[in-house]
């Protein structure tokens, strides 16, 4: 019966966007036509929201239709406000970014030889993590006596270097996560607390926050789908996993409304320091276009290579994109309630749009 009613809601809100159709419509409409899409999208220039969709549903039980204003977890997005926290941190004086791994956190086995920027930049040599079941029993054969926190660090100081720090790349979570625990044991505060007191509610992000498994009529709850084409008969809820795991890597959740607020602030300077923002926005790995807790490319777009600054994500329950065209001032969030999924051709396409049309310069 759910999914008979699902079915009609997705039927209803497909044919209105066909009616009503403009050109970021028109990149949306094709790419739910090619593989189906559930989740949420905002595109801006500026201070000008030209779009705010919602697509496919955010509780099949309950038949409810995602919506922009529903939260959905943010995967490894969340690893910008990481790197803004550290930033901010040394704006104030409370690191450095030359500082060791080892001043905040001295039990890491070699963690003298492992600067904060290392870490920032993926170019520590610390292994990766994914969160899985998998992974918390890992962990959990480092609890003894320690805190969840403690063993986690401790099964990765169990595991050696993948090469000699600041030599080479690779992407690695695990550096995410000991850049929160850096943050709490430097601030005094804990990782969501510090990130609510300095980020969150002084720039009205209130639908945005870390992820501790609780949800709410407001989420678009985690699914995951069997096949490549999203259809509800082949949707089923994401498996659990216990997402205080990923920390600074992947915990938070937000809506695409409070992304905009975040970008909007980020640029604008209310964040960081202009030239703490230049350092996050540039690369500081040779090795690849890695600045902190973002990437650093140029897409071909009308006639142009256009810089963008972007990050992905996926995790259990979610994908994720986020676009930001420096120079053109356009910003582009995507977030879908199934994982799994890569979005970079979408955004590209939804900048596209916006450029080729010259939507937002009036």
């Not at 030209?50 to 239709?65: S, T, W």
């Not at 610390?126 to 962990?139: Q, R, S, Y």
């Not at 005094?188 to 709410?216: A, I, Q, S, V």
Request: proline share 4%; with cysteine; hydrophobic share 40%.
């Amino acid at each position: 019966m759910f999914r008979r009613l699902a079915t009609v809601v997705l039927s209803v809100i497909s044919l209105s966007f066909l009616l009503f159709a403009n050109p970021i419509d028109e990149v949306m409409n094709k790419s739910i036509a090619f593989e189906g899409f559930w989740g949420t999208v905002l595109v801006s220039r500026g201070d000008v929201i030209l779009h705010a969709g919602g697509y496919g549903m955010a509780d099949i039980e309950r038949n409810i239709p995602n919506t922009p204003e529903k939260k959905l977890r943010i995967a490894s997005i969340t690893k910008q406000f990481t790197a803004a926290a550290i930033l901010r941190l040394c704006e104030d004086g409370f690191i450095s970014l030359s500082d060791s791994l080892a001043k905040f956190i001295p039990e890491f086995p070699n963690g003298e030889r492992i600067l904060i920027h290392q870490m920032l930049n993926h170019s520590s040599g610390i292994p990766t993590m994914i969160n899985t079941l998998e992974l918390l029993e890992e962990v959990k054969k480092f609890e003894e006596d320690r805190t969840l926190q403690e063993a986690e660090i401790a099964y990765i100081s169990s595991l050696p270097l993948r090469f000699e720090p600041g030599s080479s790349f690779l992407y690695s979570n695990s550096a995410y996560f000991l850049l929160s625990v850096i943050i709490e044991r430097a601030s005094g505060k804990r990782y969501d607390d510090y990130l609510r007191t300095n980020f969150f509610e002084p720039l009205g992000m209130n639908n945005t926050g870390y992820d501790y498994n609780e949800y709410d009529s407001g989420w678009g709850l985690p699914y995951y789908c069997d096949s490549y084409v999203i259809d509800l008969s082949s949707v089923r809820p994401a498996d659990w996993v216990d997402r205080r795991l990923p920390g600074g890597a992947g915990g938070l959740y937000s809506t695409v409304y409070d992304l905009y607020l975040w970008d909007r602030a980020l640029s604008s300077g209310e964040v960081l320091s202009e030239s703490s923002l230049r350092l996050m926005e540039s690369p500081t790995n040779e090795l690849f276009e890695a600045g902190y807790g973002v990437f650093i490319g140029n897409e071909f777009i009308d006639g142009e290579y256009r810089r963008v600054v972007y990050h992905d994500g996926d995790t259990k329950g979610t994908s994720t994109r986020i676009n930001r065209y420096v120079d053109d001032d356009i910003f582009v969030v995507v977030l879908s309630n199934i994982e799994g999924r890569d979005f970079t051709a979408l955004a590209h396409e939804l900048a596209k749009a916006v450029i080729v049309n010259g939507m937002g310069t009036d």
